[in-house]
């Protein structure tokens, strides 16, 4: 199911055909005031099909995006970003061992880079090839993601400048080590754990990769959320979530000692004092801290439930993302991306998170905490991860949460469909660090400016 590009206003058309200014380097963010509006295209990939619907999670698939990629990049320059989260379909790329082909991303790059948008490759968004038996917890899971990362940055080196190692760390452990929905189907604690060591790894090794590409720099996704509790009997469930919302990227920077708060939680669920020690001496620095979080999901409440507790998500204010930004920077000490925000619902919901957000971002860069870039993500609606395990068409799980609607019509194809935040969006990206105003002097110093 695709949409029409002809459908499109000849306003549009216009406007896309309009000079480009050069890709933003994100390199360049470090530099005082640097500030980047950025894009992306929801592109989670679980290939593996459901055992019962036998239906895969390939985003591009399900909204067209294959097909109709040149007007999609097209409808993403008409937003005025500079850089993009460029998700590369690993699946696609490297089918089978030792098989590689990158000519549908080869066309993507070069089409955005003539477009004056920087890609900001994603590697691995939820999803591994099929042929890596046991996916994350495959022995050699660490050497085929390296491996998949040498041969991306040896063909695209030359011409991106940044890229993240694996989006949500937390999140695919989650889904995939503790709930057990997606390969490799482990369930629990233990699952979690064992599943967020063996990602860490990965991320570890692609993360020297990136060190020795020249001008790339490494950009650590993960979600983010902030628990809190009204119940004083529930704070120290609500500190342990929190670390475990720290756990990937404390694992990767070498955090994760006998002193660390998991540290005798992971010992207990399988995790070996060796896997640990693993981390601490091949502890990595990180470039720049992404962040992903939503007003839908990131306000996390412990709250009881009879003798035990539960967390529940109660719609947060842009008060979320500044505690989570002052959070991630206090413990981590580098610039920070929102990589992806978003909500889902009118247009004026969606607008009223855009600009409350956007403010936020302002009033943190006033207090000295090196916010250098903001992700509207996903610049289209995306499809509900529900659908793979589902039987309705795919129509019945569009979320509206882009800048952009997806539209579906009586021939079956997925029109896009531009919203006002389409031109609010540009509006912001025109003006760039004047839109959020300028970083304190000891936020430039943290970020890598100042004198």
Known sequence: MTSDPSRHSHDDRDAMNEPREQPVSLRSLLERDGFAWLAG??????????????????????????????????????????????GLPWHRLNPAPGRWDFAWCDAVIDRLLELGVAPVLDLVHYGVPGWIEGAFVN???????????????????????????????????????????????????????????????GIVRVTRAIERTAGVSAVHVDAADLYLTEVAALRPEAEQRQAIGFLALDLVTGKV?????????????????????????????????????????????????????????????????????????????????????????????????????????????????????????????????????????????LKQMGLYDVVPRDNGELERVATPLVERYRGFAARGGDAVGPLSQQGARAAGGGE
């Not at 985003?59 to 097909?67: A, K, R």
């Not at 189907?185 to 064992?194: A, D, I, L, N, Q």
């Open 139 to 201: 022995p050699d899971y660490d050497r085929h993601v390296e491996e998949y990362a040498a041969r991306v940055l040896e063909r695209y080196g030359d011409r991106v400048d940044a890229v993240t190692p694996l989006n949500e760390p937390r999140i695919t452990a989650w889904y995939t080590g503790k709930l057990g929905w997606w390969p490799p189907y482990r369930r629990g604690w233990r699952g979690f754990f064992t599943v967020l060591v063996a990602l860490c790894r």
């Open 257 to 397: 000692n006998a002193s660390h708060p998991l540290h005798g939680k992971l010992l207990a669920s399988g995790v070996t004092a060796a896997e640990l020690a693993w981390f601490e001496e091949h502890a990595i620095t990180l470039d720049f801290v992404g962040l992903n979080l939503y007003p839908l999901f990131s306000g996390k409440h412990v709250v009881a439930r009879g003798t035990s507790s539960r967390i529940v998500m109660r719609y947060a204010t842009a008060t979320v993302l500044e505690r989570l930004c002052e959070l991630y920077h206090e413990r981590y000490g580098r610039p920070i991306l929102i990589t992806e925000t978003a909500t889902e619902g009118s247009v004026a919901r969606r607008q009223a998170w855009l600009d409350s957000s956007v403010a936020a971002v302002g009033r943190l860069r006033a207090r000295g905490v090196p916010v250098v870039g903001y992700t509207w993500w996903p610049l289209f609606a995306l499809v509900s991860w529900a659908y793979r395990q589902s039987t309705a068409p795919v129509e019945k799980y």
């Open 41 to 86: 295209i929801e592109d989670t990939f679980v290939t593996a099909p459901h055992p019962t619907t036998g239906r895969t999670l390939d985003e591009y698939e399900l909204t067209g995006h294959y097909d109709v990629w040149r007007s999609d990049l097209d409808l993403m320059a008409r937003t005025g970003v500079r850089a993009a989260r460029c």
